[in-house]
């Protein structure tokens, strides 16, 4: 009793510690994994020795597998096929030349600058190949990059585990069967991922059958039938070849994602939450069994191998994955330095270096001390930066540029203009081809064609601008397009111009990182600002918002608005051009782009010499500039 006491309360504990560390980065906005490691160290036999894993003994390894299991089987069911869609080129280099580089590269490292002998230094190179869905899945929900970026991150995270464990097990293989040739190597290799791949389609397809038929089944039962198969299907794999079964879990989620189940947001949620509590657990543990005297043993040299990973190899391998990938080079550098490694290297090197110490072989030990450290040094150092570095290269969503206008109207026109000026890029959307005509005679890049046309907004390319407007003539057709824009796509400023009355619902219609705003003001009469700009019954101005004075400044633009004389466009905010929504709250510092009512006609402006110049030119209007007295009397 006393023996399964020990046991249980080391469980207790190290779940605690967990979930504690998952509150604390919750709290403080950091990855979860640098909690979870230093909590382990902590409690572990190198701090106040409390937990003791190897007391588990086999239990840690099972543990250990299933766990896993659970990670890449959410991982593959939270991936959006649309989004690998638009990287798989780049994806499929990243989890396939990218693992050959980083083996070759690894190897190199360890075995000149740790001086491990070459077997153990390939060993060690096949452990660090992945990245994990463990440390880069809370990594960008804390650091919100371009879609693009997100994407291709998550999507190697997933895929790449597998491919990584299976490589470490050929490369263990090798080393214990050092008679195999290198087409016993390959084929290996190749059956393991093509009967995962197998089992896990199959799977997954039955899987989504059964849920969409067994109507006779509880929504809670439901999602233990789907772990309950899960694990089957991994169990299955293992069975039939040892290591398939990781490959089988990640496609068996990504065919129940694309099957379309109706459960499908309780499913994500249920494997989220199981995911969070097997990762909290086993790092912990995994954390608590290494020894900090071994990691200290390997020397300067162990320093030199991360980094050389780090700042060599995984910025190489990044960029000869991507290299026709059409991203840019801010993309690049954001994906070379974000490669933190997580559970899948930490439980295989643990496990690892208990084979290779029964089998009589030096060198187990090294290689999960090594392996540790290089899990400490890229969370550390990858992870706690990635924020900085990411708003450094100005690829967070909010800071993503470039605008996508639907509606080459005159207004349209002049807000692509305004953008294109400021040395964004803009893209025009119409199926007017007098309107596109029009845009192109002023150097804008037009599509022409349907914006409600997915296909057509991806080749426009919607997934790297920053900003969707709706300008249309017809206001219902503006909500239209922005909330199918908002639905399949995500930019991460949507604004329309459409009816008052259909505020509440595009307001409502919420998505994890965007929302339809109105555009400018509340009830914009379109066409009648379309004609004065079409007639030249306008002066573009603009004017900057200063702290002293504020609200009178805005109250007397507010009462311009009202009376009908004055738009606002664009804000210049924080050196960031934004669209100004109708509920706007204006700061000091604002510079704000308006166009103001000019009734004159438009011959007496063209013998006035006021024609239109190539680039539009901002005015300082003594009607807004000036706040009338009767203001600050009042």
């Known amino acids: 009793m006393e023996g399964s006491f020990e046991l249980t309360l080391q469980i207790v504990l190290a779940t605690l510690a967990g979930i504690g560390a998952q509150v604390l980065a919750e709290l403080l906005k950091v990855p979860s994994i640098v909690f979870l490691l230093l909590f382990g160290i902590l409690l572990g036999s190198d701090g106040l020795s409390l937990l003791h894993p190897h007391q588990l003994g086999v239990g840690l390894e099972v543990m250990v597998a299933l766990a896993v299991a659970i990670v890449l089987f959410e991982g593959g069911l939270n991936l959006d096929l649309r989004d690998l869609g638009r990287v798989s080129g780049s994806l ?96 290996g290799l190749t059956l393991r991922l093509g009967l995962g791949a197998a089992i896990g389609a199959t799977g997954g397809w039955l899987l989504g059958f059964l849920l969409k038929r067994a109507n006779f089944l509880s929504e809670e039962l439901k999602s233990l039938v789907v772990l309950a198969g899960l694990w089957g299907l991994f169990g299955l794999a293992q069975t039939i070849r040892s290591e398939s ?160 206008i639907i509606g080459c109207t005159p207004l349209g026109r002049l807000i692509g203009r305004l953008f294109q000026e400021e040395g964004e890029s803009v893209v025009m959307i119409d199926t007017d081809a007098e309107a596109c005509q029009k845009a192109r005679a002023e150097n804008l890049r037009v599509v022409q064609s349907s914006g409600l046309d997915p296909k057509v907004l991806e080749e426009a390319g919607i997934y790297s601008i920053g900003t969707f407007l709706a300008l249309t003539n017809n206001a219902e057709v503006n909500l239209v397009l922005a909330q199918r824009a908002v639905e399949e796509f995500h930019p991460p400023r949507v604004l329309a111009i459409f009816p008052e009355n259909d505020r509440d619902s595009a307001t409502a219609n919420k998505t994890n990182k965007a929302k339809v705003n109105p555009a400018f003001i509340a009830q914009l009469p379109v066409k009648t600002w379309n004609e004065y700009l079409g007639n030249g019954q306008f002066k573009l101005g603009q004017t900057a918002l200063k702290e002293e004075g504020l609200e009178l400044q805005a109250a007397h633009i507010k009462d311009l608005i009202d009376s009908g004389e004055l738009i606002p466009l664009l804000v210049r905010r924080k050196n960031s051009l934004q669209v100004v929504k109708a509920a706007e709250e204006w700061q000091a510092g604002d510079e704000m782009i308006y166009l103001l009512h000019d009734p004159r006609p438009q011959l007496l402006k063209r013998l006035s010499g006021e024609s239109q110049a190539t680039r539009l030119a901002l005015e300082k209007l003594p009607k807004v500039e000036e706040v009338p007295l009767s203001y600050i009397k009042s």
């Open 92 to 187: 499929r280099n990243l989890v396939t030349i990218g693992p050959t580089i980083a083996l070759l590269g690894g190897g190199m490292a360890a075995h000149w600058l740790s001086e491990f002998p070459w077997p153990i230094a390939f060993l060690y190179a096949s452990l660090v190949v992945v990245t994990g869905p463990t440390v880069i899945s809370p990594l960008l929900k804390q650091v919100e990059v371009d879609r693009q970026v997100a994407a291709l991150l998550e999507g190697e995270g997933v895929l790449i585990d597998p491919v990584g464990a299976i490589l470490a097990v050929v490369v263990l293989d090798t080393i214990l069967n050092s008679d195999a040739v290198p087409l016993e190597i390959i084929s």
């Open 245 to 404: 079964g990781l490959m089988a879990t990640v496609v068996s989620g990504l065919v129940l994602n694309a099957s379309s189940v109706p459960e499908e947001r309780m499913l994500r949620r249920f494997k989220g939450q199981l995911t969070v509590l097997c990762v909290s657990v086993l790092f912990v543990l995994l954390a608590a069994d290494l020894s900090i005297a071994s990691i200290i043993a390997l020397g300067w040299g162990s320093l030199l191998t991360v980094a050389c990973l780090m700042l060599l190899v995984r910025p190489l391998s990044v960029f000869i994955c991507t290299w026709n990938s059409g991203m840019n080079w801010r993309q690049k550098l954001f994906l070379a330095w974000v490669g933190p490694k997580g559970i899948v290297s930490a439980s295989v090197a643990s496990l690892f270096a208990i084979l290779l110490t029964q089998k009589g072989i030096n060198g187990g030990e090294a290689i999960k001390a090594l392996v540790f450290l290089t899990i400490m040094m890229t969370v550390f150092v990858q992870g706690l930066s990635a924020r900085w570095v990411a708003h450094w290269l100005k690829i967070t969503s909010s800071e993503v540029t470039g605008a996508a």
